[in-house]
């Protein structure tokens, strides 16, 4: 699934408290550490309390104020999901639906008496496949039911027309997630390779397979793996839209693409009648050929079990599901324990009936006033942003008055979707857990396949209202909050002003800056991809840019690893931007207003660095920082708020940070962009 997230949309983190009788504290400095000064370590003094207070569960690899909401956000779904298993409903009801995936994820003694039992006919499918063409079919067979071997089909607006919907395709097909893990020859990346060696033979072995034939899987695993690997874009060149946009006529593709019977693929998926599409990494495609015909049949069916197997061990027998556990969970991300069965379950039930659920929990959970406010704030985000692009002085005006339009057209999403998605054709069934996964996965593609060359629906949500984050559409020129992330500590209707801005606020500029960062600033206002800036104003850009990729670049993040400046561009030049509109829209709102008297010894410029810098207060493992480090858009909580900060005036002025101060960067050093 990650892949067709990536191809697009962009989320505000990597991946609710009950309805409130009394006041939420609008900023807790219980939260602080006040043994160290704002000027040493800014993280440190808002949330080294919080972090004190908060130490890592054994199932979380990282767990910060965003998880404290998603936790609560869970509890309440869960008791929403028992409320609706207590009663019975009609056979084939959204509650049947609802209630028969949970029970079945639940129901330890069911999975644990299937073993691989779930798997076996779709086993038995790959392994009686007698020539590539089948293994074309198999392919298309698999990304139907949710496995992704060598590259993923998705469906999606054209980015160069993007009121139609078209045939994409994009890299993927390692299990690792990501080329480094396979091509670095360090220590640490030897040892998660010799973890996942011994991973892929425990499945091929739970699966009934011979100690000589996991032996021989696990070999033609890895070799597909690497192989694909080295002809993966790396992370950095996927931000390259202009790159990553290859649309073509369906006989050119298959004139440059052969290796794979594509007719058969494309059969396989019931697609008819292919016209053209868009191989988002060409190169990729092309080169996949030699990936290909360097495998033997045994081999490719070999790769392809392991994408079933993979992909099934989570809703699998207990052994399964620990194997995928140990491997990605333990090794990977250093989680200590599993998350307890209900999360797992209701993860299911949020991932195949997401509008379902969330439709019950905005009737209970989501109050109307939340809308109205939100409207005002965005309104208010809107104009501060406008005022600081006609202000700006590296970007001429042809290109500001391009800017200021793509601004006024931004589509604001607020709460839930104003028609839920319909799903009456999903099939439920209390057979085996994993074959629902499957159906689901069926009915979201055919859901996909009804939208090729067909316009586009700017209606529908790409999160869930459950879903505690946010994100920025470029091809919709959109900006979408989930009903989830409108709580404490985000959005809080008791809190002060200030607060606020700095919190909800800075994350609505956050996603409204995404427009204009190194990815977004590529698409107009309707949301095609094509370049609407003058040369100069564009180098001028990527200038300031680089002085950010520069800064990013400079940090460790552990031991001698550094963070990715290139790689995390988009959302850091997001932070950035987030910072300076909300600020300057707060500073409106207080026009013609008495200035606030301070609160707990605070002012109000300082609660609003105060409040934005409690979104991102975290502890994480070790592992997860290298994990993340590769494989998140995201800066680590820390950065987002110590190297952000350090570009912007007015923080120093609230806390009065001097030269002498660690937070302190040379104001040659710092940069404006937006
Ligand atoms: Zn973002």
Aim: proline content about 3%.
């Amino acid at each position: 699934m990650l892949p067709l997230l990536a191809a697009s949309v962009v989320a505000l983190a990597g991946c609710s408290s009950p309805q409130k009788e009394t006041k939420v504290l609008a900023f807790n400095p219980a939260n602080m550490d006040t043994t160290v000064t704002a000027g040493e370590d800014f993280y440190q003094y808002a949330c080294g309390g919080w972090i004190k207070n908060n130490p890592l569960k054994p199932e979380y690899a990282r767990f910060g104020t965003f998880d404290q909401l998603r936790e609560d956000n869970q509890t309440q779904l869960r008791d929403l999901i028992e409320e609706l298993s207590s009663t019975q409903h009609e056979k084939g009801s959204i509650g049947d639906k609802i209630a028969t995936l949970y029970a079945l994820g639940l129901d330890s003694v069911k999975l644990n008496s299937e073993g691989a039992t779930p798997v076996k006919e779709q086993l038995d499918a790959i392994s009686a496949i007698e020539n590539t063409d089948g293994v074309a079919s198999m392919i298309a067979t698999l990304q139907r039911e949710g496995a992704y071997p060598y590259f993923a089909f998705f469906v999606s607006a054209d980015e160069k027309n993007s009121s139609m919907n078209i045939i994409q395709l994009y890299q993927a097909g390692l299990g690792l997630g990501d080329r480094d893990y396979y091509l670095q020859a360090d220590a640490n990346m030897e040892s998660i390779r010799d973890a996942y060696k011994v991973y892929i033979n425990k499945l091929f072995t739970l699966a009934g397979f011979s100690a000589e034939q996991a032996t021989a899987a696990t070999e033609a695993v890895m070799k597909t793996e690497t192989g694909i690997a080295e002809v993966s874009y790396t992370r950095e060149a996927l931000r390259d839209s202009q790159k990553n946009y290859n649309k073509m006529s369906y006989a050119d593709f298959k004139s440059k693409a052969g290796w794979m019977n594509w007719d058969a693929f494309f059969a396989g998926l019931g697609v008819k009648d292919v016209t053209d599409l868009d191989p988002k990494q060409l190169n990729f495609f092309v080169n996949l050929d030699k990936v290909f015909k360097n495998q033997t049949l045994e081999e490719q069916k070999y790769y392809l079990s392991y994408n079933l197997l993979n992909a099934a061990a989570p809703y699998l027998s207990d052994d399964f599901v620990a194997a995928s556990f140990d491997f990605y969970g333990k090794t990977l991300s250093g989680k200590q324990e599993q998350q307890p069965r209900w999360k797992r379950a209701l993860n299911t039930v949020n991932g195949s009936l997401g509008e379902a659920v969330g439709q019950m929990y905005v009737t209970k959970y989501f109050p109307a006033s939340s809308k109205e406010k939100m409207l005002t704030l965005v309104n208010n985000l809107q104009q501060a942003l406008g005022e600081r692009i006609r202000e700006l002085t590296w970007m001429g005006d042809e290109t500001k008055a391009k800017a200021e339009e793509k601004l006024a057209s931004f589509a604001v999403k607020i709460g839930y979707p104003d028609k839920w998605r319909d799903y009456s054709g999903l099939d439920i069934q209390p057979d085996s857990y994993w074959t629902n996964v499957c159906r689901s996965s069926i009915f979201d593609m055919e859901y996909q396949l009804a939208d090729i060359n067909k316009p586009v629906d700017r209606t529908r949500w790409h999160m869930s209202p459950q879903t505690v984050n946010a994100y920025y559409n470029p091809t919709t020129n959109e900006i979408c909050f989930p009903a989830a992330i409108l709580q404490p500590p985000f959005f809080n209707a008791d809190a002060d002003d200030a607060v606020n801005y700095g919190a909800i606020g800075v994350v609505i500029g956050h996603e409204m800056t995404h427009g204009f960062d190194d990815q977004g600033r590529n698409y107009d206002k309707e949301g095609n991809l094509t370049d609407w800036w003058t040369a100069e104003d564009a180098e001028r850009f990527t200038e300031r840019a680089d002085v950010l990729v520069k800064q990013y670049d400079n940090i460790l993040v552990l031991d001698t690893v550094h963070a990715n400046g290139r790689y995390t561009l988009g959302e850091n030049i997001a932070d950035h931007g987030g910072l300076l509109v909300s600020y300057q829209a707060y500073q409106n709102s207080l026009k013609g207003k008495e200035t606030p008297a301070p609160i707990d010894g605070f002012t109000n410029d300082q609660r609003f660095y105060l409040g934005y810098a409690t979104l991102w207060g975290q502890n994480i493992r070790d592992e997860e920082i290298l994990r993340l480090t590769k494989i998140d858009v995201h800066s680590l909580g820390k950065w987002r708020v110590n190297a952000a900060l350090r570009n912007i005036e007015t923080f120093y002025d609230a806390f009065g940070i001097k030269a002498s101060d660690p937070m302190f960067l040379d104001p040659a050093e710092r940069v404006v962009i937006w």
